[in-house]
């Protein structure tokens, strides 16, 4: 059946670096958009970075520009998020999606469980 396992997160400060990692199974993962989503306590899910299934095209929210990367891995069928200059404000629950397609925009089929990452001194 289809996986996608998150991992990577923690606690660290402010302006501290972590790197996330969603390990997909189950799927081809070459074939699939990969995105990051976040999920603040009291807020709504909201899209962070995504990458399309060829790798050549991502997005990310402004908020995030310049400070986090996405990539993928097909030999690995990983996703990865480098997280670098954190701010509080980063703070929240991180799921890690999957959608059969090249382009990343619309609804994603394949969620994760999600992984935790405070930014806290």
């Known amino acids: 059946q289809v996986q996608l396992v998150e991992s990577g997160g923690g606690l660290v400060q402010p302006g501290g670096s972590l790197r996330l990692s969603c390990a997909a199974s189950?799927?081809?993962?070459?074939?699939?958009?990969m995105s990051w989503y976040r999920q603040a306590p009291g807020g709504e899910r909201e899209l962070v970075a995504a990458?399309?299934?060829?790798?050549?095209?991502?997005k990310y929210a402004d908020s995030v520009k310049g400070r986090f990367t996405i990539s993928g891995d097909n030999a690995k069928n990983t996703v990865y998020l480098q997280m670098n200059s954190l701010k509080p404000e980063d703070t929240g629950v991180y799921y890690c999606?999957?959608?059969?397609?090249?382009?990343?925009?619309?609804?994603?089929?394949?969620w994760g469980q999600g992984t935790q990452v405070t930014v806290s001194s």
């Open positions: 999606a999957a959608k059969s397609a090249v382009d990343y925009s619309g609804n994603y089929d394949y």
């Open positions: 189950g799927f081809l993962f070459s074939t699939h958009a």
């Open positions: 990458i399309s299934s060829t790798g050549g095209s991502t």
